[in-house]
Protein backbone atom coordinates (compact mmCIF):
# COMPACT_ATOMS: atom_id res chain seq x y z
CA UNK A 1 0.00 0.00 0.00
CA UNK A 2 2.50 2.52 0.85
CA UNK A 3 5.07 1.54 -1.64
CA UNK A 4 4.65 1.18 -5.29
CA UNK A 5 8.08 -1.04 -5.98
CA UNK A 6 9.33 -3.26 -3.05
CA UNK A 7 12.41 -5.44 -3.84
CA UNK A 8 11.83 -8.88 -2.97
CA UNK A 9 14.20 -8.34 0.20
CA UNK A 10 11.86 -6.14 1.66
CA UNK A 11 8.89 -7.66 0.72
CA UNK A 12 9.84 -11.14 2.93
CA UNK A 13 10.84 -8.21 5.60
CA UNK A 14 7.26 -7.37 5.43
CA UNK A 15 5.01 -10.35 5.42
CA UNK A 16 7.47 -11.80 8.14
CA UNK A 17 6.72 -8.50 10.46
CA UNK A 18 2.51 -9.20 9.15
CA UNK A 19 3.03 -12.86 10.49
CA UNK A 20 4.88 -11.59 13.66
CA UNK A 21 1.89 -9.47 14.04
CA UNK A 22 -0.87 -11.93 13.36
CA UNK A 23 0.70 -14.50 16.11
CA UNK A 24 1.10 -11.50 18.25
CA UNK A 25 -2.76 -10.49 17.33
CA UNK A 26 -3.96 -14.00 18.13
CA UNK A 27 -1.67 -15.17 20.85
CA UNK A 28 -0.49 -11.63 22.77
CA UNK A 29 -3.28 -11.20 24.96
CA UNK A 30 -4.13 -14.38 26.39
CA UNK A 31 -0.68 -14.61 26.90
CA UNK A 32 -0.14 -11.22 29.14
CA UNK A 33 -3.09 -12.20 30.93
CA UNK A 34 -1.35 -15.74 31.55
CA UNK A 35 1.91 -14.00 32.61
CA UNK A 36 1.63 -14.02 36.14
CA UNK A 37 0.54 -17.52 36.32
CA UNK A 38 3.14 -18.43 33.69
CA UNK A 39 6.00 -16.61 36.30
CA UNK A 40 4.53 -18.64 39.26
CA UNK A 41 4.54 -22.25 37.27
CA UNK A 42 7.63 -22.05 35.96
CA UNK A 43 9.41 -20.35 38.98
CA UNK A 44 7.17 -21.46 41.90
CA UNK A 45 6.06 -24.57 40.77
CA UNK A 46 7.65 -26.61 38.35
CA UNK A 47 11.40 -25.53 38.62
CA UNK A 48 11.13 -26.34 42.18
CA UNK A 49 9.82 -29.68 41.55
CA UNK A 50 12.32 -30.71 39.01
CA UNK A 51 14.72 -28.91 41.91
CA UNK A 52 13.12 -31.23 44.67
CA UNK A 53 13.67 -34.30 42.53
CA UNK A 54 17.54 -33.60 41.72
CA UNK A 55 18.11 -32.86 45.48
CA UNK A 56 16.23 -35.89 46.27
CA UNK A 57 19.97 -37.76 44.82
CA UNK A 58 22.12 -35.30 46.72
CA UNK A 59 23.30 -34.60 50.34
CA UNK A 60 22.70 -30.48 50.93
CA UNK A 61 22.51 -28.01 54.25
CA UNK A 62 22.07 -25.04 52.96
CA UNK A 63 26.20 -24.09 53.52
CA UNK A 64 27.84 -26.28 50.89
CA UNK A 65 27.12 -27.23 47.47
CA UNK A 66 24.94 -29.92 47.19
CA UNK A 67 26.69 -33.43 46.48
CA UNK A 68 25.08 -35.60 44.46
CA UNK A 69 25.08 -39.11 46.16
CA UNK A 70 23.22 -41.08 43.68
CA UNK A 71 20.14 -43.30 45.11
CA UNK A 72 21.47 -43.51 48.63
CA UNK A 73 18.41 -41.30 50.49
CA UNK A 74 16.53 -43.42 49.09
CA UNK A 75 17.91 -46.57 50.34
CA UNK A 76 18.48 -45.06 53.18
CA UNK A 77 14.63 -44.56 53.70
CA UNK A 78 13.24 -47.68 52.54
CA UNK A 79 15.62 -50.13 54.85
CA UNK A 80 17.42 -48.12 57.24
CA UNK A 81 15.30 -45.30 58.91
CA UNK A 82 13.54 -46.61 61.34
CA UNK A 83 12.12 -43.24 62.79
CA UNK A 84 10.62 -42.78 59.03
CA UNK A 85 8.83 -46.30 59.12
CA UNK A 86 7.61 -45.51 62.76
CA UNK A 87 6.37 -42.27 60.88
CA UNK A 88 4.55 -44.14 57.92
CA UNK A 89 2.66 -46.48 60.46
CA UNK A 90 1.73 -43.41 62.47
CA UNK A 91 0.77 -41.70 59.53
CA UNK A 92 -1.31 -45.00 58.16
CA UNK A 93 -2.95 -45.10 61.90
CA UNK A 94 -4.30 -41.87 61.46
CA UNK A 95 -5.03 -41.81 57.99
CA UNK A 96 -7.53 -45.33 58.14
CA UNK A 97 -9.20 -44.56 61.43
CA UNK A 98 -9.61 -40.65 60.78
CA UNK A 99 -10.90 -40.14 57.37
CA UNK A 100 -13.46 -43.63 57.60
CA UNK A 101 -14.78 -42.64 60.89
CA UNK A 102 -14.61 -38.68 60.02
CA UNK A 103 -17.04 -39.58 56.69
CA UNK A 104 -19.35 -41.96 58.28
CA UNK A 105 -20.46 -39.10 61.33
CA UNK A 106 -20.67 -36.75 58.17
CA UNK A 107 -22.68 -38.65 55.82
CA UNK A 108 -24.67 -39.77 59.36
CA UNK A 109 -25.63 -35.96 60.11
CA UNK A 110 -26.07 -35.29 56.37
CA UNK A 111 -28.62 -37.79 56.55
CA UNK A 112 -30.26 -36.58 59.69
CA UNK A 113 -30.53 -33.12 58.72
CA UNK A 114 -31.48 -33.82 55.48
CA UNK A 115 -34.83 -34.98 56.42
CA UNK A 116 -35.38 -32.49 59.15
CA UNK A 117 -36.91 -28.92 57.16
CA UNK A 118 -36.34 -26.74 59.77
CA UNK A 119 -33.02 -24.99 61.65
CA UNK A 120 -31.17 -27.06 59.12
CA UNK A 121 -29.23 -24.09 58.18
CA UNK A 122 -28.54 -23.72 62.31
CA UNK A 123 -27.25 -27.05 62.88
CA UNK A 124 -25.40 -26.91 59.16
CA UNK A 125 -23.70 -23.66 60.78
CA UNK A 126 -22.79 -25.86 64.28
CA UNK A 127 -21.70 -28.31 63.16
CA UNK A 128 -19.29 -26.95 60.25
CA UNK A 129 -17.94 -24.57 62.84
CA UNK A 130 -15.47 -26.88 64.40
CA UNK A 131 -14.04 -27.61 60.54
CA UNK A 132 -13.63 -23.69 59.77
CA UNK A 133 -11.37 -23.29 63.25
CA UNK A 134 -9.57 -26.65 63.45
CA UNK A 135 -7.12 -26.01 61.53
CA UNK A 136 -5.93 -22.77 63.89
CA UNK A 137 -3.14 -23.10 66.16
CA UNK A 138 -5.90 -22.07 69.01
CA UNK A 139 -7.70 -25.08 68.45
CA UNK A 140 -4.71 -27.61 68.49
CA UNK A 141 -3.79 -25.59 71.90
CA UNK A 142 -6.91 -26.40 73.50
CA UNK A 143 -6.55 -30.04 72.47
CA UNK A 144 -3.56 -30.16 74.43
CA UNK A 145 -5.19 -29.09 77.00
CA UNK A 146 -8.38 -30.89 76.84
CA UNK A 147 -6.36 -34.40 76.70
CA UNK A 148 -3.70 -33.09 79.00
CA UNK A 149 -3.21 -34.68 82.79
CA UNK A 150 -5.27 -31.99 84.83
CA UNK A 151 -7.38 -31.67 81.39
CA UNK A 152 -11.15 -31.56 81.23
CA UNK A 153 -11.63 -35.17 79.62
CA UNK A 154 -9.61 -35.95 82.89
CA UNK A 155 -11.73 -33.71 85.32
CA UNK A 156 -14.74 -35.56 83.34
CA UNK A 157 -13.81 -38.94 84.19
CA UNK A 158 -12.95 -38.34 87.73
CA UNK A 159 -16.35 -36.58 88.10
CA UNK A 160 -18.51 -39.24 86.88
CA UNK A 161 -16.40 -42.53 86.91
CA UNK A 162 -13.69 -41.61 90.15
CA UNK A 163 -10.60 -42.60 87.97
CA UNK A 164 -7.92 -41.04 87.62
CA UNK A 165 -6.90 -40.66 83.69
CA UNK A 166 -3.66 -40.38 82.58
CA UNK A 167 -2.00 -37.41 80.13
CA UNK A 168 -3.50 -38.40 76.94
CA UNK A 169 -1.40 -36.28 74.77
CA UNK A 170 1.60 -37.07 76.55
CA UNK A 171 1.01 -41.00 77.13
CA UNK A 172 2.17 -42.80 73.52
CA UNK A 173 -0.71 -45.55 73.51
CA UNK A 174 -3.39 -43.01 73.48
CA UNK A 175 -1.53 -39.36 72.02
CA UNK A 176 -2.44 -40.30 68.16
CA UNK A 177 -6.08 -41.71 69.45
CA UNK A 178 -6.61 -37.40 70.74
CA UNK A 179 -5.54 -36.58 66.81
CA UNK A 180 -7.81 -39.09 65.46
CA UNK A 181 -10.43 -37.72 67.46
CA UNK A 182 -9.54 -34.21 66.73
CA UNK A 183 -9.83 -35.01 62.93
CA UNK A 184 -13.47 -36.72 63.82
CA UNK A 185 -14.39 -33.40 65.75
CA UNK A 186 -13.80 -31.55 62.23
CA UNK A 187 -16.37 -33.64 59.90
CA UNK A 188 -18.49 -30.13 59.04
CA UNK A 189 -17.10 -30.10 55.75
CA UNK A 190 -17.63 -33.20 54.10
CA UNK A 191 -20.97 -33.50 55.63
CA UNK A 192 -21.48 -30.19 53.57
CA UNK A 193 -20.59 -31.62 50.32
CA UNK A 194 -22.57 -34.84 51.53
CA UNK A 195 -25.88 -32.49 51.92
CA UNK A 196 -25.16 -31.26 48.85
CA UNK A 197 -25.16 -34.67 47.06
CA UNK A 198 -28.78 -35.96 49.39
CA UNK A 199 -30.37 -32.78 47.76
CA UNK A 200 -29.63 -34.57 44.16
CA UNK A 201 -31.46 -37.66 45.14
CA UNK A 202 -35.04 -37.35 43.38
CA UNK A 203 -37.26 -37.98 46.72
CA UNK A 204 -40.28 -39.99 44.71
CA UNK A 205 -37.21 -43.17 44.48
CA UNK A 206 -37.99 -43.46 47.85
CA UNK A 207 -41.97 -42.55 48.01
CA UNK A 208 -42.03 -45.47 45.04
CA UNK A 209 -40.00 -47.92 47.00
CA UNK A 210 -41.29 -47.66 50.53
CA UNK A 211 -44.52 -48.00 48.52
CA UNK A 212 -43.40 -51.31 47.53
CA UNK A 213 -42.44 -52.04 50.88
CA UNK A 214 -39.07 -50.54 51.15
CA UNK A 215 -37.94 -50.35 55.19
CA UNK A 216 -35.43 -47.13 55.34
CA UNK A 217 -32.18 -49.67 56.05
CA UNK A 218 -33.04 -51.14 52.86
CA UNK A 219 -33.43 -47.55 51.01
CA UNK A 220 -29.89 -46.70 52.84
CA UNK A 221 -28.26 -49.17 51.07
CA UNK A 222 -30.19 -49.79 47.52
CA UNK A 223 -31.01 -45.56 46.93
CA UNK A 224 -29.20 -43.58 49.04
CA UNK A 225 -25.64 -45.24 49.30
CA UNK A 226 -25.55 -46.15 44.89
CA UNK A 227 -27.00 -42.83 43.85
CA UNK A 228 -24.60 -40.55 46.74
CA UNK A 229 -21.84 -43.22 45.59
CA UNK A 230 -19.71 -40.37 43.30
CA UNK A 231 -19.76 -38.00 46.28
CA UNK A 232 -18.10 -40.47 48.65
CA UNK A 233 -15.96 -41.43 46.15
CA UNK A 234 -14.90 -37.40 46.11
CA UNK A 235 -14.80 -37.52 49.55
CA UNK A 236 -12.64 -39.82 50.34
CA UNK A 237 -10.64 -38.97 48.04
CA UNK A 238 -9.68 -35.76 49.05
CA UNK A 239 -9.68 -36.49 52.29
CA UNK A 240 -7.34 -38.83 52.29
CA UNK A 241 -4.89 -36.54 50.46
CA UNK A 242 -5.69 -33.70 53.01
CA UNK A 243 -5.09 -36.74 56.18
CA UNK A 244 -1.47 -37.28 54.90
CA UNK A 245 -0.63 -33.58 54.24
CA UNK A 246 -1.92 -33.31 58.15
CA UNK A 247 1.11 -30.67 59.92
CA UNK A 248 -0.35 -28.29 62.28
CA UNK A 249 -2.11 -30.35 64.68
CA UNK A 250 0.76 -32.67 65.33
CA UNK A 251 2.92 -29.56 65.71
CA UNK A 252 1.25 -28.11 68.59
CA UNK A 253 -0.07 -31.16 70.20
CA UNK A 254 3.26 -32.84 70.43
CA UNK A 255 5.12 -29.91 70.79
CA UNK A 256 6.91 -30.14 67.65
CA UNK A 257 8.64 -32.83 68.67
CA UNK A 258 6.25 -35.75 67.21
CA UNK A 259 6.45 -37.19 70.42
CA UNK A 260 6.12 -39.16 72.71
CA UNK A 261 8.21 -41.81 71.50
CA UNK A 262 7.36 -40.33 67.92
CA UNK A 263 3.47 -41.50 68.57
CA UNK A 264 2.47 -38.94 66.46
CA UNK A 265 5.18 -38.09 63.99
CA UNK A 266 3.15 -37.78 61.18
CA UNK A 267 4.94 -37.72 57.74
CA UNK A 268 5.02 -34.18 57.23
CA UNK A 269 6.02 -33.21 60.15
CA UNK A 270 9.02 -35.43 60.22
CA UNK A 271 9.87 -33.65 56.95
CA UNK A 272 9.78 -30.39 58.30
CA UNK A 273 12.10 -31.74 60.93
CA UNK A 274 14.26 -32.89 58.83
CA UNK A 275 14.48 -30.20 56.46
CA UNK A 276 14.21 -27.64 58.77
CA UNK A 277 15.81 -28.52 62.26
CA UNK A 278 18.30 -31.06 61.14
CA UNK A 279 18.90 -28.75 57.72
CA UNK A 280 19.20 -32.32 55.55
CA UNK A 281 17.35 -30.78 52.34
CA UNK A 282 18.52 -33.61 50.15
CA UNK A 283 16.72 -36.53 52.40
CA UNK A 284 13.60 -33.94 52.84
CA UNK A 285 13.36 -33.92 48.80
CA UNK A 286 13.62 -37.60 48.56
CA UNK A 287 11.03 -37.77 51.55
CA UNK A 288 8.60 -35.24 49.26
CA UNK A 289 9.11 -37.43 46.43
CA UNK A 290 8.30 -40.57 48.27
CA UNK A 291 4.62 -38.84 49.93
CA UNK A 292 4.07 -37.69 46.10
CA UNK A 293 4.26 -41.30 44.86
CA UNK A 294 2.06 -42.48 48.11
CA UNK A 295 -0.84 -39.93 47.29
CA UNK A 296 -0.81 -40.80 44.18
CA UNK A 297 -0.95 -44.47 44.25
CA UNK A 298 -4.23 -43.76 46.76
CA UNK A 299 -5.26 -41.24 44.42
CA UNK A 300 -4.79 -44.04 41.17
CA UNK A 301 -6.34 -46.96 43.28
CA UNK A 302 -9.48 -44.82 44.12
CA UNK A 303 -9.63 -43.91 40.88
CA UNK A 304 -9.10 -47.04 39.03
CA UNK A 305 -11.34 -49.29 41.27
CA UNK A 306 -13.82 -46.52 40.65
CA UNK A 307 -15.94 -48.19 37.80
CA UNK A 308 -16.71 -50.91 40.29
CA UNK A 309 -18.84 -49.30 42.23
CA UNK A 310 -19.25 -45.20 41.51
CA UNK A 311 -22.98 -44.88 40.24
CA UNK A 312 -22.84 -42.03 37.85
CA UNK A 313 -26.71 -41.58 37.42
CA UNK A 314 -26.11 -40.26 33.03
CA UNK A 315 -24.45 -43.42 32.68
CA UNK A 316 -27.68 -45.55 33.23
CA UNK A 317 -26.78 -49.58 31.92
CA UNK B 1 -45.07 -34.72 53.38
CA UNK B 2 -44.00 -38.57 55.80
CA UNK B 3 -46.11 -38.11 58.44
CA UNK B 4 -49.75 -36.87 57.55
CA UNK B 5 -51.35 -37.86 61.46
CA UNK B 6 -52.21 -35.03 63.33
CA UNK B 7 -50.50 -36.41 66.44
CA UNK B 8 -47.58 -35.06 68.06
CA UNK B 9 -44.91 -35.18 66.11
CA UNK B 10 -42.56 -37.61 68.59
CA UNK B 11 -40.44 -38.36 65.66
CA UNK B 12 -39.28 -34.61 64.96
CA UNK B 13 -39.03 -33.88 68.24
CA UNK B 14 -36.52 -36.52 69.42
CA UNK B 15 -34.82 -35.56 65.98
CA UNK B 16 -33.96 -32.16 67.04
CA UNK B 17 -34.13 -33.22 71.03
CA UNK B 18 -30.77 -35.34 69.71
CA UNK B 19 -29.48 -32.30 67.10
CA UNK B 20 -29.12 -29.77 69.76
CA UNK B 21 -27.54 -32.24 72.21
CA UNK B 22 -25.24 -33.47 69.20
CA UNK B 23 -24.50 -29.81 68.55
CA UNK B 24 -24.09 -28.68 71.94
CA UNK B 25 -20.74 -31.42 72.08
CA UNK B 26 -19.91 -30.00 68.92
CA UNK B 27 -19.02 -26.73 70.36
CA UNK B 28 -18.69 -27.27 73.91
CA UNK B 29 -14.78 -27.09 73.76
CA UNK B 30 -14.74 -24.20 71.91
CA UNK B 31 -17.19 -22.55 74.65
CA UNK B 32 -15.15 -24.01 77.71
CA UNK B 33 -12.28 -22.23 76.23
CA UNK B 34 -14.28 -19.08 75.65
CA UNK B 35 -15.28 -18.95 79.49
CA UNK B 36 -12.01 -20.38 80.70
CA UNK B 37 -10.43 -17.15 79.17
CA UNK B 38 -12.67 -14.77 81.83
CA UNK B 39 -11.58 -17.48 85.08
CA UNK B 40 -8.58 -17.66 87.38
CA UNK B 41 -6.01 -20.59 86.66
CA UNK B 42 -7.77 -21.80 89.72
CA UNK B 43 -11.15 -22.06 88.69
CA UNK B 44 -10.45 -23.46 85.19
CA UNK B 45 -10.11 -27.23 86.18
CA UNK B 46 -12.08 -27.12 88.97
CA UNK B 47 -15.45 -26.71 87.30
CA UNK B 48 -16.78 -27.46 83.81
CA UNK B 49 -19.49 -25.10 83.64
CA UNK B 50 -19.87 -22.67 81.03
CA UNK B 51 -20.55 -19.60 83.23
CA UNK B 52 -17.82 -17.77 84.87
CA UNK B 53 -18.76 -16.18 88.14
CA UNK B 54 -17.35 -13.45 87.39
CA UNK B 55 -15.75 -11.48 83.65
CA UNK B 56 -12.26 -11.26 85.05
CA UNK B 57 -10.51 -9.29 81.81
CA UNK B 58 -7.01 -9.97 83.60
CA UNK B 59 -6.34 -12.90 81.71
CA UNK B 60 -6.56 -10.42 78.43
CA UNK B 61 -4.72 -8.14 79.33
CA UNK B 62 -1.39 -10.03 80.99
CA UNK B 63 -1.88 -12.16 77.95
CA UNK B 64 -1.81 -9.65 75.32
CA UNK B 65 1.44 -8.51 76.47
CA UNK B 66 3.03 -11.98 78.19
CA UNK B 67 5.71 -12.20 75.06
CA UNK B 68 8.17 -9.82 74.56
CA UNK B 69 6.26 -8.20 71.70
CA UNK B 70 2.79 -7.09 71.95
CA UNK B 71 0.27 -9.01 70.45
CA UNK B 72 -1.07 -5.76 68.54
CA UNK B 73 2.00 -6.50 66.40
CA UNK B 74 1.28 -10.06 65.38
CA UNK B 75 -2.27 -9.00 64.81
CA UNK B 76 -0.88 -6.00 62.57
CA UNK B 77 1.50 -8.48 60.91
CA UNK B 78 -1.03 -11.11 60.55
CA UNK B 79 -3.74 -9.07 58.88
CA UNK B 80 -1.26 -7.55 56.34
CA UNK B 81 -0.04 -10.53 55.23
CA UNK B 82 -3.87 -11.89 55.33
CA UNK B 83 -4.76 -8.75 53.16
CA UNK B 84 -1.97 -8.88 50.61
CA UNK B 85 -2.65 -12.68 50.09
CA UNK B 86 -6.82 -11.94 49.48
CA UNK B 87 -5.50 -9.18 47.25
CA UNK B 88 -2.95 -11.25 45.59
CA UNK B 89 -4.85 -14.16 45.41
CA UNK B 90 -8.04 -12.00 43.39
CA UNK B 91 -5.72 -10.46 40.95
CA UNK B 92 -3.33 -13.10 39.78
CA UNK B 93 -6.08 -15.96 39.83
CA UNK B 94 -8.96 -14.03 38.20
CA UNK B 95 -6.62 -13.18 35.18
CA UNK B 96 -5.45 -16.44 34.56
CA UNK B 97 -9.19 -17.77 34.43
CA UNK B 98 -10.06 -15.00 32.25
CA UNK B 99 -7.13 -16.47 29.66
CA UNK B 100 -8.82 -19.91 29.96
CA UNK B 101 -12.53 -19.21 29.80
CA UNK B 102 -12.65 -16.56 27.54
CA UNK B 103 -9.64 -15.81 25.39
CA UNK B 104 -7.73 -17.98 22.62
CA UNK B 105 -4.05 -18.69 22.65
CA UNK B 106 -1.88 -21.78 21.20
CA UNK B 107 -1.04 -24.28 23.55
CA UNK B 108 -3.94 -22.87 25.85
CA UNK B 109 -5.33 -27.00 26.49
CA UNK B 110 -1.77 -27.95 27.18
CA UNK B 111 -1.77 -24.87 29.63
CA UNK B 112 -4.73 -25.58 31.40
CA UNK B 113 -4.25 -29.14 31.98
CA UNK B 114 -0.24 -28.21 33.96
CA UNK B 115 -2.51 -26.24 35.90
CA UNK B 116 -5.19 -28.75 36.83
CA UNK B 117 -2.21 -31.02 37.37
CA UNK B 118 -0.53 -28.47 40.05
CA UNK B 119 -4.19 -28.75 42.19
CA UNK B 120 -2.67 -32.44 42.56
CA UNK B 121 1.45 -31.74 43.95
CA UNK B 122 1.63 -31.89 47.62
CA UNK B 123 2.94 -28.68 48.71
CA UNK B 124 6.03 -30.88 50.59
CA UNK B 125 7.73 -31.28 46.82
CA UNK B 126 8.47 -27.36 46.66
CA UNK B 127 8.64 -26.65 49.97
CA UNK B 128 12.42 -27.25 50.40
CA UNK B 129 13.65 -25.63 46.60
CA UNK B 130 11.22 -22.51 47.28
CA UNK B 131 13.02 -22.22 50.36
CA UNK B 132 16.21 -22.20 49.17
CA UNK B 133 15.22 -19.82 46.42
CA UNK B 134 13.86 -17.55 49.18
CA UNK B 135 16.33 -17.46 51.31
CA UNK B 136 18.92 -16.64 48.78
CA UNK B 137 16.70 -14.05 46.91
CA UNK B 138 17.60 -12.44 51.20
CA UNK B 139 13.59 -12.98 51.81
CA UNK B 140 13.86 -15.24 54.88
CA UNK B 141 12.61 -13.14 57.36
CA UNK B 142 10.61 -11.02 55.49
CA UNK B 143 6.75 -11.15 54.33
CA UNK B 144 7.71 -11.93 50.65
CA UNK B 145 7.74 -15.39 50.41
CA UNK B 146 4.00 -15.89 52.09
CA UNK B 147 2.88 -13.12 49.51
CA UNK B 148 4.45 -12.75 46.48
CA UNK B 149 3.43 -16.50 45.40
CA UNK B 150 -0.66 -14.98 46.09
CA UNK B 151 0.35 -12.52 43.17
CA UNK B 152 1.98 -15.05 40.90
CA UNK B 153 -1.86 -17.88 41.16
CA UNK B 154 0.04 -20.11 42.77
CA UNK B 155 -2.85 -21.18 44.52
CA UNK B 156 -4.58 -23.10 41.92
CA UNK B 157 -7.73 -23.48 43.24
CA UNK B 158 -8.93 -20.18 43.22
CA UNK B 159 -8.02 -20.41 39.47
CA UNK B 160 -10.51 -24.16 39.34
CA UNK B 161 -13.35 -22.04 41.46
CA UNK B 162 -13.03 -19.28 38.82
CA UNK B 163 -12.81 -20.71 35.81
CA UNK B 164 -15.93 -22.96 37.01
CA UNK B 165 -17.68 -19.62 37.12
CA UNK B 166 -16.51 -17.98 34.64
CA UNK B 167 -17.38 -20.35 32.12
CA UNK B 168 -21.31 -19.79 33.62
CA UNK B 169 -21.66 -16.69 32.37
CA UNK B 170 -22.83 -16.21 28.89
CA UNK B 171 -20.60 -15.17 25.85
CA UNK B 172 -23.32 -13.19 24.18
CA UNK B 173 -22.00 -10.37 26.62
CA UNK B 174 -18.75 -9.91 25.87
CA UNK B 175 -19.30 -10.53 22.34
CA UNK B 176 -21.35 -7.91 22.52
CA UNK B 177 -18.77 -5.91 24.17
CA UNK B 178 -16.08 -6.55 21.88
CA UNK B 179 -18.69 -5.58 18.79
CA UNK B 180 -18.67 -2.06 20.50
CA UNK B 181 -15.18 -2.09 20.57
CA UNK B 182 -13.73 -3.29 24.02
CA UNK B 183 -10.54 -4.67 23.99
CA UNK B 184 -9.97 -7.88 26.22
CA UNK B 185 -8.61 -5.94 29.63
CA UNK B 186 -12.12 -3.92 29.04
CA UNK B 187 -14.43 -6.59 29.10
CA UNK B 188 -12.17 -8.58 32.17
CA UNK B 189 -12.19 -5.20 34.22
CA UNK B 190 -15.61 -4.12 33.14
CA UNK B 191 -17.88 -7.03 32.70
CA UNK B 192 -16.58 -10.43 34.08
CA UNK B 193 -14.96 -9.18 37.48
CA UNK B 194 -18.50 -7.17 38.27
CA UNK B 195 -20.72 -9.85 37.02
CA UNK B 196 -18.22 -12.47 39.33
CA UNK B 197 -18.89 -10.67 43.00
CA UNK B 198 -20.07 -14.27 44.32
CA UNK B 199 -16.91 -16.58 43.36
CA UNK B 200 -14.55 -13.54 44.06
CA UNK B 201 -16.12 -13.04 47.37
CA UNK B 202 -15.63 -16.72 48.14
CA UNK B 203 -12.04 -16.86 47.31
CA UNK B 204 -11.56 -13.49 49.21
CA UNK B 205 -12.90 -15.42 52.01
CA UNK B 206 -11.32 -18.72 51.90
CA UNK B 207 -7.75 -16.91 50.72
CA UNK B 208 -8.35 -14.69 54.16
CA UNK B 209 -8.90 -17.45 56.55
CA UNK B 210 -6.04 -20.02 55.06
CA UNK B 211 -3.65 -17.12 55.01
CA UNK B 212 -4.82 -16.04 58.59
CA UNK B 213 -4.53 -19.85 59.94
CA UNK B 214 -0.89 -20.87 57.98
CA UNK B 215 1.32 -22.22 60.29
CA UNK B 216 3.75 -23.99 58.18
CA UNK B 217 4.11 -20.89 55.97
CA UNK B 218 5.28 -18.20 59.18
CA UNK B 219 6.99 -21.10 60.85
CA UNK B 220 9.46 -21.48 58.53
CA UNK B 221 9.74 -17.92 57.01
CA UNK B 222 9.08 -15.75 59.89
CA UNK B 223 12.45 -16.14 62.17
CA UNK B 224 12.50 -12.80 64.34
CA UNK B 225 9.60 -12.16 66.87
CA UNK B 226 8.79 -8.65 65.34
CA UNK B 227 7.60 -10.16 62.03
CA UNK B 228 5.46 -13.06 63.92
CA UNK B 229 1.52 -13.67 63.20
CA UNK B 230 -0.52 -14.70 65.25
CA UNK B 231 0.31 -18.31 65.22
CA UNK B 232 3.18 -18.72 65.96
CA UNK B 233 2.66 -16.21 68.80
CA UNK B 234 0.19 -18.55 70.16
CA UNK B 235 3.18 -21.48 69.51
CA UNK B 236 5.77 -19.52 71.38
CA UNK B 237 2.97 -19.07 74.49
CA UNK B 238 2.64 -22.83 74.78
CA UNK B 239 6.15 -23.54 75.04
CA UNK B 240 6.58 -20.51 77.73
CA UNK B 241 3.25 -21.50 79.72
CA UNK B 242 5.03 -25.19 80.12
CA UNK B 243 3.42 -25.99 83.00
CA UNK B 244 -0.29 -24.55 84.05
CA UNK B 245 0.45 -21.34 85.77
CA UNK B 246 -0.79 -19.56 82.26
CA UNK B 247 -3.63 -21.19 81.39
CA UNK B 248 -6.15 -18.68 81.54
CA UNK B 249 -3.51 -16.32 79.30
CA UNK B 250 -3.15 -18.88 77.18
CA UNK B 251 -6.95 -19.84 77.00
CA UNK B 252 -7.74 -15.87 76.30
CA UNK B 253 -5.00 -15.29 73.55
CA UNK B 254 -6.21 -18.33 71.69
CA UNK B 255 -10.35 -17.25 71.79
CA UNK B 256 -8.81 -13.86 70.53
CA UNK B 257 -7.34 -14.79 67.68
CA UNK B 258 -10.39 -16.95 66.77
CA UNK B 259 -12.48 -13.86 66.59
CA UNK B 260 -11.54 -13.08 63.17
CA UNK B 261 -12.19 -16.20 61.48
CA UNK B 262 -15.21 -16.22 63.64
CA UNK B 263 -16.61 -12.48 62.48
CA UNK B 264 -16.14 -13.82 59.04
CA UNK B 265 -17.94 -16.48 59.44
CA UNK B 266 -21.20 -15.13 60.84
CA UNK B 267 -20.93 -12.24 58.18
CA UNK B 268 -20.40 -15.10 55.35
CA UNK B 269 -22.29 -18.02 56.55
CA UNK B 270 -24.00 -18.93 53.27
CA UNK B 271 -21.01 -17.85 50.90
CA UNK B 272 -19.14 -20.01 53.01
CA UNK B 273 -21.30 -23.10 53.23
CA UNK B 274 -21.93 -22.49 49.71
CA UNK B 275 -18.01 -22.39 48.65
CA UNK B 276 -17.55 -25.45 50.20
CA UNK B 277 -20.18 -27.35 48.64
CA UNK B 278 -18.15 -26.35 45.67
CA UNK B 279 -15.65 -28.43 46.57
CA UNK B 280 -13.42 -25.24 48.90
CA UNK B 281 -13.26 -28.11 51.57
CA UNK B 282 -8.91 -28.94 52.08
CA UNK B 283 -10.09 -29.52 55.84
Same mark, same amino acid.
Given at each position: ?????????????????????????? =???????????????????????????????? =??????????????????????????????????????????????????????????????????????????????????????????????? =??????????????????????????????????????????????? %?????? #??????????????????????????????????? #??????????????????????????????????????????????????????????????????????? #????? | ???????????????????????????????????????????????????????????????????????????????????????????????????????????????????????????????????????????????????????????????????????????? %???????????????????????????????????????????????????????????????????????????? #????????????????????? =??? %???????????
Amino acid at each position: MESTIKSPQENEDHTWRVRLLKIWRR =NGPGYLFLLPWLIGFFGLTLGPAIASFYLSFT =NYDLLEPARWTGLSNYKFAFFNDARLHKSLSVTFTYVMWSVPLRLSVALALAMVLDRSVRGVSFYRATFYLPSLLGASVAVSVLWRQIFGSEGLV =NYLLLLTTGITGPSWVTHPDYALSTLIVLAVWQFGSPMIIFLAGLRQ %IPQDLY #EASSMDGAGSLRQFYRITLPLLAPVIFFNLVLQTI #EAFKTFTQAFIVSGGTGGPVDSTMFYSLYMYLEAFANFRMGYASALAWILMVIIGIFTSIAFLTSKYWVYY #EDERR | MKTTRKSFPWGQFTRHALLILASLLMIYPLLWMMSSAFKLDSQIFSSMGLLPTEFNLDNFIDGWSALRVDFAVFYINSFVIAFLSVLGNLMACSLTAYAFTRLEFRFKKFWFALMLGTLMLPYHVTLVPQYILFSQLGWVNTILPLVVPKFLAVDAFFIFLMVQFFRGIPRE %IDEAATLDGCGPWRIYWRIMLPLSTPILATAAIFSFIWSYDDFLGPLIYLNDMQGWTVPLALRAFVDASGGESLYG #ELFAMSTLSLVPVFIVFLAFQ =NLI %IRGVALGALKR
